[in-house]
């Protein structure tokens, strides 16, 4: 066999069969980026649309001016420094949306399947929430301890919540779970964080709360729509689906991501924050 290396121990040029091949290759590489989708670092992303709010289904909306409604999309990717997707907020007058897109364009690639939305109908409801037992005073936290004072207030609890009478609150009074509007925020991940409004430093207040689940499982299922109260006390999935997670959006930990807004103006910047 002829040694491919030259007598001063330099490796040999390429033979012309090899560079034939190694020129063949790289058309073939470039042809097959060209055919793929373009890296979305090097090109814009289609933001995915997360909700559509109407003012007529959802009165305690508060659009600037003659907007009355309001469309919330994200990016499928996550950002720093938070490493969530960023959102964006669009006030509009729903008399003034011309054409519409039958189909809304899908992403090159997403980091996971959750930041995917399935679409849905929304059905809401108005219901009533108490704060998440951190927003509460020390007082006030050390007297939902008290069995002896949810005993007396005749709640009708049963003897398993006696030694841990506070999860009787957190479960079933506290912060509903699930999307919505407004609401208590559900602190978990931190202590409780206000935020301020870049512009005029007013404390945000919460938009809407975009949550992986729409009740938690086991006693958690108390707060499951009227409708869907079969279906969460039998733990049922219909057509691959989970009834508590009807629009599949899971962010990431199976935590929600919350939009706050300025009480003072809706047009101030938004910010958003994963518990």
């Known amino acids: 066999m002829q040694s491919r290396w030259t007598p001063d121990g330099r490796p040999p040029a390429f033979t012309p069969e090899e560079e034939a091949l190694k020129e063949r290759n790289a058309a073939w590489l470039a042809e097959r980026i ?14 995915l649309p997360v909700a559509q709010l109407f003012l007529r289904d959802i009165p305690l909306l508060r659009p600037p001016g003659q907007a009355d409604l309001l469309q919330i999309l994200w990016c499928p990717h996550e950002h720093e420094p938070d490493y969530k997707p960023a959102t964006a907020l669009f006030w509009r007058s729903a008399a003034e949306v011309g054409d519409i897109l039958a189909t809304p364009p899908e992403p090159y690639e997403a980091d996971y399947p959750g930041y995917v939305p399935e679409r849905c109908l929304l059905a ?43 999860d009787f609150y957190s479960i079933h009074l506290g912060n509903a779970p699930g999307w919505k509007v407004g609401g208590w925020p559900p602190w978990g991940r931190t202590d409780p964080n206000p935020r301020y409004c870049v512009v005029c430093e007013v404390q945000m207040v919460p938009l809407l709360t975009i949550a992986s689940w729409e009740w938690d499982g086991g006693e958690g299922h108390s707060w499951a729509p009227r409708e869907d109260r079969a279906a969460a006390l039998a733990d049922s999935h219909y057509a691959g689906q989970d009834p508590s997670q009807p629009t599949r959006v899971e962010v990431g930990s199976t935590d929600n991501m919350q939009i706050y807004v300025c009480p003072t103006s809706p047009e101030h910047p938004h910010t958003d924050l994963i518990q």
């Open 34 to 47: 060209d055919a793929g989708p373009p890296w979305p670092a090097e090109c814009p992303v289609p933001m």
């Open 124 to 166: 809401p409801e108005a219901i009533t929430e108490y704060p998440n037992s951190l927003d509460l005073s020390p007082e006030l936290q050390r007297m939902l301890e008290d069995w002896n004072r949810w005993q007396a207030a005749g709640a009708g609890l049963d003897s398993s919540y006696a030694e841990y009478p506070r």
